[in-house]
Every structure is written in C-alpha cells, then in structure tokens.
C-alpha cells in the first residue's frame, strides 16, 4: 500500500515516520529518556470520511522491553487552519497536513454522536447505560495539562477523557466509577458512558479507551486552593517572622482539609461496600514490607542523600512485619492509589475525588488489587507537605529571594502540620476508623512515599528535593504522627 494510492491512510510508513518523532515530544507519551526501536500499528479505522478526515489509530511502541500502546485520533486535511497548526504532526507525501485530531472540534463531535446512538463502529463500541447523553451540537475544548489522558469538555455538563496509553483490559477509573455510582456516591462525578475495543496483541480482551463524565464546572482544584492558602500565609509574614500563623489567616485551609479528610473516609467506605475485600496476614504484610525495602535500598543506591537514613528507616518496615507476626489484622480493599491534592476537586456544595487509573506506569494487575486505605490516606499527608513547601523549593526561595528564611521554613512546617492533623480528624469522624490508631501502617506507608519522591525528585527536580528529604529526617527521627 502506497502513499499515492491511499494518500490519507494514516497505516503508511510516511505516517509512521512522523508519529516516531512527535511521539516522544507528548506529555502523555511514558517512554521519554528510553531509546525508541519500533512503532507499529495494531489497529486503524477511518471514522470521518472526506476532507478533513479522522482516523481512530491504536499503536504498538516497542522499547526494548515489554511494547506500550497508545491510542490516537488523527486528523487529515488537504489545508490546515490557524486555529490546528498547533496540532501539526507533519505533512503527508501528498501535501496533506496530518494532525492530533482531539483539537479538532469540527470531528470530535463524532465522539458525542456515537454516545448518544450507543454505536458499534468497527471494532469500536460505544456504551451508555443510563438515560444522559450529551448534546452532539455541542464544541469539543481540549483541557489541562494531563500527563497521561487527553480530556474534551462538550458543553457545560460532561467531559471526556480519553485515555492515550491503553492497557488491555477494563480501565480502574471506569470499574471503581461505576462501583461508586452504584453506591449513590456524590464524591465523584457521575459516570455517563464508555467506548472499548477488543484488544488487537492480548486476545481481544476487551479494553476500555475513554470515558464520558459529568464536568464539574464549578470546581477548582484541590492543589491550587492549598497552594494560594500558603501564599496568603508567606505573603503576610514580616521580615522578621513575626506576621500571623496559618489559623490566624483569612485563607487558613485546615477546614476545607477536614472536609477532603471526611469525603476520603466515605469514598474508602463505599468502596469496601461495592468491590472485593479481604484481610491482610503475616505472609501479606511480610510481602509488602519486603517490597517496600527493595525499594529503599534501590533509592539508597540512587540518591547518596538517602543513605545516612536508611537503618531507621527500615524500621518502619520491621515494625510491619511485626504486627503481621503479632495478628494484627490489616483490612484491604480497593482505593484511589495515586492520591494528591491535584486529584480532588472543591465545588461549590463538596469535595470531589478524580482520576481512580492509579499510577498509570504500574501495571494494570497491580492497580486492580486491593490495598488498605492508609495508603490513601499516607499519599495525602505527602501532599500537604508538598503544598506547604512549593514556595521554598525549586532554588527560588520565596518569590526568587534565593534561599527560605528560617521563619518561612517554620510557618511551612506549621501549615503542612495543621492540615495533616485536620485531614486525619475529618477522616476519623466520617470513617469507621482513626488513621492514628493504625501508627505502624501510617509511617511504614508514609515512608514508602517519601523514598519514592527522593528517587522521582532526584531524577526529574533535584532543586526540590529538600521537600522529600524534610520528612525522611522526620520519618527517621520516629517523629510522632501529628495527632
């Protein structure tokens, strides 16, 4: 098949040649830093006829290792408009400009047509249980800055996320989605409907692709609420360090951090109600202790910062292998499994929880299994610590004023004190348990974190890892939890 017979067929290897070198340029696209040694097509369907023309496209990356696989909407048009140019991909043999299609409004109404039919086309299938459909005359906007999803807003009401890099089998945000919706859960938006694919390299397993959700317009996120409170708190400090503490602050946040803590604890509630649960034994909790101490040491090798901590450290993890030993019965359920402040949404009415995918670089099997909460919990507790020093880190200080003043390092520490104590008082008084009751678990999956952002930060931010490295002396030192 040749370019000049089949001058939009986007399977030709002038089309392969592109998407190779505007691959490794996309947010969303995982395998950065890794050499790339194949791109290969395992499914392309022509959806949108004519000029411009929209190609559903699934590709195969090969690294070396296992292949990833990533899903594209490619547009094709003889002339390309200002308003697309952004999307450019390249040029096509015969002049054609070829294009990332989900910023193109004019075909992504496909999208929401196919919704409201509940279509199969090809091997593309669309779902929608429940009586909502979207507006099919409604413009699709592209939104965010998501690392691994790219999410369209149709109209006032719904948004879809479209998943870039697909794993065979039922997507965790779609399955842990339509379990809390079952549940009468108002602490998530609302799921409307569903498109997947048999999946072409694992058997046809069916695979979902993307999502339709209810939009919460009135929302904001939970880390850019957090963050203008500790602006607001740095802002009224003098130079001296004599201005107010974070509760004497109009943007004090530790009663919006009591409300997230209480709509985590119903999330987690009606997740054990909907999905599979168990208990963790001696052999679970040795397992996870063990796991967690591979990486440890691997972060120790990695980071020569780490190392003076890593006997105390461990700790933490023998102390788990302890209450296994001693029968201390450790539930374990579905949870979030990515949880942060830029996971939650604020609305004018409640606290929102997004995103149940889990960390998309962990195996599908993996995010499906079951965890205790304190994981959740433990994640979130990191998360105010980040909000509380994002000022600080980075080599800028405060405002650029190169390095933080020992007053503004206190306040910082106050902040992320107050918050983590009003979330875990928030949790116990809306769950059936009070994380610090469960101290052993509570640091051994706070530690777990902590070693985890050491590695991502050296990698990725070495300027910012004094905020990681702040709780490993904590951590290491036994602090006491705040409670």
């Not at 030709?12 to 194949?38: C, E, H, N, T, Y």
């Not at 503004?408 to 116990?428: D, I, K, P, Q, S």
């Not at 509570?442 to 990698?459: I, N, P, W």
């Not at 990681?468 to 904590?474: E, V």
Request: hydrophobic share 40%; aromatic share 8%.
């Amino acid at each position: 098949m040749t370019d000049s017979t089949r001058p939009h067929d986007p399977t030709a290897s002038a089309v392969i040649a592109l998407l190779r070198d505007w691959l490794p340029q996309q947010r969303w696209f995982a395998g950065k830093g890794r050499p790339l040694r194949g791109v290969g097509v395992v499914h392309s369907l022509e959806v949108v006829s004519g000029d411009p023309a929209l190609h559903h496209m699934l590709l195969r990356v090969d690294h070396g290792g296992a292949p990833e696989h990533y899903q594209l909407l490619l547009g094709v048009r003889a002339g390309l408009p200002d308003r697309l140019t952004h999307a450019l991909i390249g040029r096509l043999p015969n002049g054609s400009s070829l294009y990332d299609g989900v910023h193109d409004a004019e075909l992504t109404r496909w999208l929401p047509e196919r919704f409201v039919a509940a279509d199969t086309v090809g091997a593309l299938a669309f779902h929608r249980p429940g009586a909502q459909a979207p507006d099919p005359e409604h413009v699709g906007l592209v939104i965010g800055a998501e690392q691994s999803n790219t999410s369209i807003i149709f109209g006032d009401d719904v948004i879809l996320k479209l998943f870039r890099r697909v794993v065979p089998g039922v997507n965790p945000d779609l399955e842990v989605s339509l379990a809390l919706a079952g549940a009468g859960s108002r602490r998530i938006p609302a799921p409307i409907a569903w498109f997947d694919m048999p999946f072409p390299d694992a058997d046809g397993e069916p695979t979902t692709l993307g999502m339709l959700q209810e939009y919460l317009r009135t929302g904001t996120d939970g880390w850019e609420l957090a963050k203008t409170s500790v602006r607001d708190l740095y802002a009224g400090q003098e130079v001296r360090g004599a201005g107010p503490h974070a509760h004497e602050t109009g943007g004090d946040f530790a009663g919006e951090s009591f409300r997230l803590g209480a709509a985590t604890a119903e999330v987690h509630a009606d997740l054990a109600r909907s999905l599979p649960t168990t208990v963790a034994g001696e052999p679970e909790l040795a397992a996870i202790a063990d796991d967690m101490e591979r990486r440890l040491h691997a972060a120790a090798e990695a980071v020569p910062d780490l190392a003076p901590f890593t006997d105390r450290l461990r700790e933490a993890y023998r102390d788990l292998r302890t209450l296994g030993r001693d029968g201390h019965p450790v539930p374990l359920q579905r949870i979030h499994g990515d949880f942060h402040l830029g996971q939650v949404m604020r609305t004018a009415t409640r606290w929102v929880l997004l995103d149940f995918e889990g960390e998309p670089a962990r195996p599908l099997r993996e995010r499906r299994s079951l965890h205790s909460p304190l994981r959740d919990i433990a994640a979130m507790l990191r998360s105010f610590d980040y909000a509380a020093r994002h000022l600080l880190a980075g080599g800028g200080g405060f405002w650029g004023r190169g390095t933080p003043a020992p007053h503004l390092v206190r306040r910082a520490e106050e902040w992320a004190t107050r918050n983590r104590e009003a979330f875990c008082a928030g949790y116990a008084d809306a769950g059936s348990f009070d994380p610090h009751s469960e101290p052993v678990l509570l640091r051994a999956f706070e530690t777990d974190k902590a070693v985890y952002e050491v590695m991502y930060e050296s990698g990725n931010r070495p300027s910012w890892l004094p905020v990681p490295m702040s709780a490993i002396r904590r951590l290491a030192e036994r602090a006491p939890l705040p409670h």
